[in-house]
């Protein structure tokens, strides 16, 4: 379950505080217009800061008020055109088609564009019902503008005053989904779970715990200005170091489970990772909090099983019953998460005070680790073609808008169009697999919303107490955007509902029209998704060859690095960053792609088997690091550095043929476990002192029989494609 649909952490969350912070905006200014004004001006003051509140997202301040001044911008000039176009039909069909199609083609600017696109189109259905002349619709757009300005200036203020304490919510999320992450670790001990679905698993927990903590780079890292801050960068890097020590402690967990299957040492080695989880989590829920986080979980019972469990292991060892190398490997293990225990030990002293220099706070130029939004209209021209996924999708967000503005003139009741129009623009979004979550989402939604509405309306009268219902809708509705879209469907319809009433207090029957709208909107939105389609799996080549890219810019680093060529490890987090990004492109859209009808489902197993491989050759990396860091005194230095240079050149090789191989008419790499690139590289002189069972040595050989696998998945998903 997602940390903010806990209630103990929700109160906590910046979900919640977005929430509150919006609802307390936009009615408060509300009901402050009113005190001066009459109701219709109230209600355009209310719009343009409903819309402005769409870009109130978590960000830096600088950024907050670029984001939200551009959705004023925006939003203004699409109310006066749909204004001025509203009293004759045919023009403001014509418009709407248009402003539908500028506004869908901003997708191109990708995640962070997704608000200021559907802010536009919320502010253009809820315009094109103002038939007005050219002097009311320039007064209207001028209470519209002031809404939308006067919601920035209140929200800027209370982001200044609550700019640490976001920082804090957002660093707190990714220590949740960390703890997530490693409760799924734990899982891999459980003799009843599958492998292979359990590393899928953790593959996509991983890609969400690296979006988070990329959430919490660019709010922590950028212009840390007091000793609070100090601290957070301190534990946003504890953070990543645990991670990257946790990613080490990957295994083979098929050998212990064949060993060990009837021992009670897995069992104890879960439970132990379990409660690392939920220590990680406590340190997390001090965050929100603004506490210092100590220590409360004790790991002494589950270690003192594990110890006894090792010692009648080693004896069975001794007497042949259990494989030296299943011992090793849980001695390793068990060693690895005991150096993680110790780990987060320090991550809650970090919560407590400065404990040493920070490198950011040392003059680093954090920025390659920042992300870089630029809007540059080159982007869109380029995208002005036939072959384009974002065109396509305008195209077909424009066919489906004219369709519902036709549907809405059909209705034979009181015509409110605009809501067909919004559901369409709420529902139909660039994926297939997004359209189909939001089309559930919405109509469950909107379905539980009319119900409760009902319900209350029939219950309660008093204006006083409905209004306390609106500010509760009006806060869940943002709340709940991006974690349980559903939700926030609920919320709005009751939002939308609840303050047609309070105008029109006998406007009953609009519950029920509201409910046929929505599922004509829907209808409609569904049957567009299948119009001018980019299917996923048309993305595939490019996207695995940008992670095979990062993966050799990764390896190379990680060889700078331990080798002791680099000066710092700040090349080899940028390579690791960025490949972690192009894996996360890749899991999305096998994700989506797994949403869309099975006859565009393409090599699903064995771009499983190809995101799995490319994981384990970080999991690798980070272990080989660790190795070296253990056995620094008294190891070959020379002899280590040839073969970390044999390895790299050799799994570079794999890699670069894994690339070649997407052409289907590549011959397919050999699959019966012989080294692709092996037979051309010296695998490295060894020296005598530094023995070939050496683990840092069968680690070595584990990156390279992996990036061969790579290469064979690859093979294979390019003559699947070509199929």
């Not at 301190?234 to 212990?256: K, P, W």
């Not at 036709?406 to 034979?412: K, W």
């Not at 996360?584 to 869309?596: A, C, F």
């Amino acid at each position: 379950m997602h940390y903010a649909l806990d209630l103990r952490t929700f109160i906590f969350s910046h979900y919640f505080y977005t929430g509150l912070r919006i609802a307390t905006g936009v009615v408060g200014l509300t009901m402050l217009v009113l005190q001066f004004s009459d109701l219709p001006t109230a209600m355009t003051v209310c719009i343009g800061a409903l819309s402005t509140s769409l870009m109130d997202l978590p960000s830096s301040l600088r950024h907050k008020f670029n984001e939200m001044l551009s959705s004023v911008l925006l939003c203004t000039v699409v109310t006066l055109i749909i204004s001025l176009c509203a009293p004759f039909h045919w023009l403001l069909s014509f418009m709407l088609v248009v402003v539908t199609f500028l506004a869908s083609m901003m997708v191109v600017y990708g995640k962070k564009a997704m608000p200021l696109q559907f802010a536009a189109l919320f502010v253009m259905t809820l315009s094109m019902e103002n038939a007005m002349n050219v002097e009311q619709a320039f007064f209207h757009t001028g209470l519209f503008l002031a809404g939308g300005l006067s919601y920035l200036a209140y929200s800027m203020v209370v982001s200044w005053f609550l700019r640490s304490r976001i920082k804090q919510q957002v660093l707190a999320e990714a220590l949740f989904e960390l703890a997530r992450y490693i409760n799924i670790k734990a899982d891999f001990y459980d003799m009843h779970v599958d492998l292979n679905s359990q590393f899928n698993l953790l593959v996509r927990q991983q890609i969400v715990l690296a979006e988070k903590q990329q959430a919490s780079r660019d709010l922590i890292l950028r212009d840390p200005r007091n000793q609070e801050d100090a601290i957070l960068v301190q534990v946003h890097f504890g953070m990543f170091d645990l991670y990257e020590h946790i990613l080490s402690t990957h295994t083979d967990y098929a050998i212990l489970r064949q060993h060990l299957a009837d021992a009670e040492v897995l069992t104890y080695l879960r439970d132990l990772v379990d409660k690392a989880a939920k220590d990680i989590e406590t340190i997390a829920y001090a965050v929100t909090r603004k506490r210092a986080s100590f220590a409360s979980i004790s790991y002494k019972a589950e270690r003192r099983s594990i110890e006894s469990e090792l010692q009648q292991l080693q004896q069975d060892s001794l007497a042949g019953k259990v494989s030296e190398d299943a011992l090793d490997i849980l001695r390793t293990t068990y060693g690895k998460i005991c150096d993680a225990i110790d780990m987060i030990g320090q991550l809650h002293h970090a919560t407590q005070s400065v404990q040493g220099p920070l490198p950011v706070l040392l003059g680093k130029d954090m920025t390659p680790f920042l992300t870089q939004q630029k809007y540059q209209l080159g982007v869109l021209v380029a995208n002005l073609r036939w072959h384009s996924p974002t065109f396509r999708f305008a195209v077909r967000a424009a066919l489906a808008i004219s369709c519902g503005l036709l549907a809405a003139d059909a209705l034979p009741y009181a015509g409110h169009g605009y809501w067909i129009v919004l559901t369409i623009a709420i529902i139909l979004k660039p994926s297939f697999s997004q359209t189909k979550q939001r089309r559930s989402d919405r109509l469950i939604g909107t379905l539980i919303g009319c119900v409760a509405t009902a319900l209350i309306l029939r219950f309660v009268h008093e204006p006083i107490a409905l209004l306390g219902f609106l500010f509760m809708a009006t806060v869940a509705a943002p709340a709940f955007i991006y974690v349980k879209y559903r939700y926030t469907a609920i919320a709005a319809s009751m939002q939308i509902l609840l303050q047609i009433n309070l105008v029109i207090p006998s406007s009953g029957h609009v519950i029920g029209e509201r409910l046929i709208d929505t599922l004509i909107g829907a209808a409609i939105a569904t049957a567009f998704s299948f119009v001018l389609p980019s299917w996923e799996y048309r993305t595939l080549p490019q996207l695995i060859r940008n992670v095979l890219k990062s993966n050799q810019r990764f390896l190379d680093a990680s060889n700078q690095l331990m080798q002791g060529k680099a000066r710092d490890d700040f090349i080899y987090r940028i390579c690791r960053k960025r490949f972690l990004d192009s894996m996360s492109e890749l899991v999305s859209t096998l994700v989506r792609m797994l949403d869309e009808p099975v006859s565009k489902h393409r090599a699903v197993e064995n771009l499983n088997q190809f995101i799995v491989q490319n994981y384990l050759v970080m999991a690798h990396v980070a272990a080989l690091r660790m190795l070296l860091r253990r056995n620094a005194e008294g190891m070959p230095h020379e002899a280590v550095n040839l073969e970390l240079d044999a390895a790299t050149a050799r799994v570079g090789k794999t890699l670069g043929l894994a690339e070649l191989v997407l052409n289907p008419n590549a011959p397919l790499p050999p699959s019966d476990g012989v080294p692709i690139a092996s037979q051309e590289i010296d695998a490295g002189a060894q020296a005598e002192s530094w023995p070939s069972w050496h683990p840092l040595l069968q680690r070595v050989e584990l990156l390279c029989q992996d990036s061969e696998k790579i290469a064979v998945n690859s093979a294979a998903i390019g003559r699947i494609l070509a199929a």
